[in-house]
């Protein structure tokens, strides 16, 4: 198994591509040890020693450290739990264990609206964030204002404001008049 890792615009957060399948569907989010009880893998990682966060993506495993810690140091150890992982057989996650297709419900006098929104971000946006580790899901809008939750190497990457508010928010507002601004939110 050879496991290939890309840098991301986070320097905190590095990008593992197994080669392999590592969820069907969605995304899994683990920004904390404790939320990586429906993961056997985001365990394994968890394990780790300087492993903050952990995200899956499709075809890749993002993988956030504390800044105390190289990258020179955690790297091979990371690679290991992986290769580890994907030989023992286990599933990424735990039966019944459910990922975020990074939608929200929303329904009412503006649910057109949202539909546009949601189209846009999964066409346009989500592919371009998940090619660096991360992703965004749609929480809301209201009355003008879209937020957006970012997941993976964006939570937390030094450009991410600028990519709210510079690509998507621009993207946004171009294709759909109604949107004005769009903010983070932390879940």
Same mark, same amino acid.
């Given at each position: 198994m050879f496991i290939q890792t890309e840098s991301t615009p986070n320097p905190a957060t590095l990008k593992f591509l197994p080669g392999q399948t590592v969820l069907e569907m969605g995304t899994a989010d683990f920004p904390t040890a404790d939320a990586a009880g429906s993961s056997p893998l985001a365990q394994r990682l968890f394990s780790v020693d300087g492993v903050t966060?952990?995200?899956? +993506? #499709?075809?890749? &495993? #993002?993988? =956030?450290?504390a800044e105390t810690i190289d990258w020179d *140091?955690?790297? @091979?150890? /990371?690679l290991g739990a992986v290769m580890e992982h994907f030989q023992?057989?286990?599933?990424?996650?735990?039966?019944g264990a459910t990922q975020a297709g990074g939608h929200a419900d929303h329904s009412g006098e503006d649910s057109e609206i949202v539909g546009q929104i949601k189209e846009l971000l999964d066409s346009r946006v989500r592919p371009a964030v998940a090619q660096d580790g991360g992703? /965004?899901?749609? *929480?809301?809008?209201?009355?003008?204002?879209?937020y957006l939750h970012m997941q993976g190497?964006?939570? +937390?990457? @030094?450009?991410?404001? $600028? =990519? $709210?508010?510079m +690509?998507?928010?621009? $993207? $946004?507002? *171009?294709? /759909? @008049?109604?949107?004005?601004?769009?903010? @983070?939110?932390? &879940?």
């Open positions: 966060a952990v995200f899956f +993506g #499709t075809d890749f &495993v #993002t993988v =956030t450290k *140091h955690l790297k @091979p150890a /990371i023992s057989g286990q599933p990424v996650m735990s039966d992703d /965004i899901t749609f *929480h809301g809008f209201d009355r003008g204002v879209v190497a964006c939570a +937390g990457c @030094p450009s991410s404001t $600028l =990519t $709210l508010k +690509g998507i928010e621009n $993207l $946004l507002r *171009h294709y /759909i @008049p109604e949107v004005t601004e769009v903010r @983070p939110v932390a &879940v």
